[in-house]
């Protein structure tokens, strides 16, 4: 059976919302990698005893691979009946993760809370992987 054919012809979108959370992810491994050079944290330690930017800029990058394979769950499921909502909720999500961390690079850890707007991002798409669930279920 052939890929084109099974999924939603409006899939592609969510593709270039999976490309975009990877571009996120590199870009926050990258300053990690940066700040390691600028703060003299060697491997394998994970967070600094002197330095708190450090720490932050680490903080924001695990933060989110920590939740990033339920994203990515998620995303899937809901894509797959409504691929152009959940590439929305999606690309609304990754681009909260960008705010997240640099509200986080200031060394305020307060100021993460600058991509609170991702939860939009988040709960939509476990609400759409619900709505799937149910209407496999004939529940509607």
């Known amino acids: 059976m052939d890929m084109l054919t099974v999924l939603p012809s409006n899939f592609g979108y969510v593709i270039f919302t999976y490309l975009y959370s990877w571009v996120m992810l ?13 703060y003299d944290v060697k491997y394998p330690d994970m967070y ?3 330095e708190q930017v450090f720490n932050c800029i680490q903080r924001a990058h695990q933060n989110t ?3 990033y ?7 899937t499921i809901a894509a797959l009946v409504y691929p152009l ?10 681009t909260s993760r960008f705010s997240y961390a640099w509200g986080y690079y200031t ?12 939860y939009i991002g ?3 798409v476990i609400i759409l992987s619900i709505s799937v669930a ?6 509607f």
């Not at 870009?27 to 600028?38: E, I, N």
């Not at 909502?85 to 990754?94: K, Q």
């Open 26 to 38: 590199a870009y926050l491994a990258v300053k990690v990698g940066t700040a390691r050079k600028k």
């Open 107 to 118: 060394g305020d850890p307060a100021k993460r809370m600058n991509g609170t707007y991702g």
């Open 69 to 75: 394979p339920q994203w990515l769950v998620f995303q």
């Open 48 to 50: 600094s005893d002197k």
């Open 85 to 94: 909502s959940a590439s929305v909720l999606g690309a609304i999500w990754v």
């Open 134 to 139: 149910l209407q496999l279920l004939g529940v």
């Open 122 to 124: 988040s709960l939509g």
């Open 65 to 67: 691979l920590e939740i």
